[in-house]
C-alpha cells in the first residue's frame, strides 16, 4: 500500500469506473482535478496493490473526509493501520458499508472514537423519469437568495449532524455553499418573501452520475406531502447533467425513504457513515 502518484491516474480511473455510483464522489474530484494526486491541501490517496505491486485493487481518499474506493474487509484493515499510524482529525467515513465499518474497527482497535455510527444507509438510483410530476416551484438557487439559502443548509447540516456548520469558522461553509449556486448544483423553492421551503444539492456530479446531498424541507411546511414533488424536480434537474441520479439515506428515516421509494429510487447497495 502506497500513497498514489499521478502515474497512477490511469488505473485510478479504471477502479473508480467499476462502479460509478458508489464512487461518485472520487470520481467527481478525477473529473474536475484529473489526476491521482489531490488538489486540496493535506489530502492524499491511498492505494492497495496486489500482483506485486502491478494492479491497483482498492484505494481510500484521506482528507477531511475518508472515502473507501473499491476496498473489500480485509483491505480495510490496511487501509485502517495507515489512517491510525497517520492520524489527524477527519469530519467522517462515508462510503460503501463493509469498507467503512472495517476501517473504523481497526481505528477503535488503536483508541480512535467516534461520534456516531451509521452502519445502514440503503444506496438508491433512479436511472429514468421519475414516477411523479416535479413541482415546477423548484429552481435554480440564485445568488439573489444566496443568505436564505445559506441559512437553509446549515439547518439541514445542524439536524443532520447535530451541531453547527458554522463552528470553527463560517467562510468555508460559505464558500460551500456559493460553489453550489454558482455551479448550477443548488436547487430550492423560495417565497417571494425569501422563505425557504425546500432545498437540495447535488453534492458530486460526474458524466455518469450525481450524488443528491443536502435535501431540507422547512418545518413548517412538513407533512404536507409536497417532498416528493420537489424531489422528482431534483431528478429531472440532476438528469440533464448524467443519466443515473443517487443519494443514500439513514435507515431509520422511514418519511425520506417512502418519499424516495414513491419518486422511483431504488435501492443498489448499502453506505455507512462514521462522524467523528
Known amino acids: 500500500m502506497r500513497v498514489l502518484v499521478h502515474e497512477d491516474t490511469a488505473a485510478l480511473r479504471a477502479l473508480v469506473a467499476r462502479d460509478p455510483v458508489a464512487n461518485v464522489f472520487l470520481d467527481a474530484l478525477l473529473t474536475a482535478g484529473g ?77 480512535i472514537g467516534a461520534q456516531e455510527v451509521r452502519p445502514n444507509q440503503p444506496l438508491l438510483v433512479i436511472d429514468g423519469p421519475p414516477r411523479m410530476a416535479a413541482n415546477p416551484a423548484l429552481k435554480p438557487s440564485t445568488n439573489s437568495r444566496f443568505n436564505e439559502v445559506l441559512a437553509a443548509a446549515a439547518a439541514m447540516f445542524e439536524e443532520e449532524v447535530g ?69 422528482a424536480g431534483v431528478v429531472l434537474y440532476a438528469q440533464q447533467l448524467a443519466p443515473v441520479t443517487s443519494l443514500y439515506v439513514n435507515d431509520f428515516n422511514h418519511r425520506a425513504r417512502a418519499v424516495y421509494e414513491k419518486v422511483g429510487f431504488e435501492q443498489v447497495g448499502t453506505f455507512a457513515t462514521v462522524v467523528f
Request: net charge neutral.
Open 35 to 111: 489526476s491521482a494526486v489531490p488538489a486540496q491541501r493535506g489530502a492524499v490517496i491511498l492505494g492497495f496493490f496486489e500482483h506485486g505491486g502491478a494492479q491497483l485493487a482498492a484505494a481510500c481518499w484521506v482528507g477531511s473526509n475518508v472515502v473507501p474506493i473499491g476496498v473489500d474487509a480485509a483491505q480495510a484493515a490496511h487501509f485502517g493501520r495507515w489512517i491510525a499510524s497517520h492520524w489527524q482529525p477527519h469530519a467522517s467515513i462515508f462510503g460503501p458499508a463493509a469498507a467503512v465499518l472495517g476501517i473504523m474497527e481497526t481505528l477503535s482497535g488503536a483508541g
Open 163 to 231: 451541531y453547527s456548520p458554522f463552528l470553527g469558522g463560517e467562510e468555508n461553509y460559505r464558500r460551500r455553499v456559493a460553489w453550489l449556486i454558482n455551479n448550477g448544483h443548488s436547487f430550492s423553492h423560495c417565497e417571494p418573501d425569501g422563505e425557504v421551503v425546500f432545498k437540495a444539492d447535488l453534492g458530486a456530479v460526474t458524466p455518469r452520475a450525481t450524488q443528491v446531498q443536502g435535501v431540507w424541507m422547512n418545518p413548517s411546511y412538513r407533512g404536507l406531502g409536497l417532498s416528493a414533488g420537489y424531489m
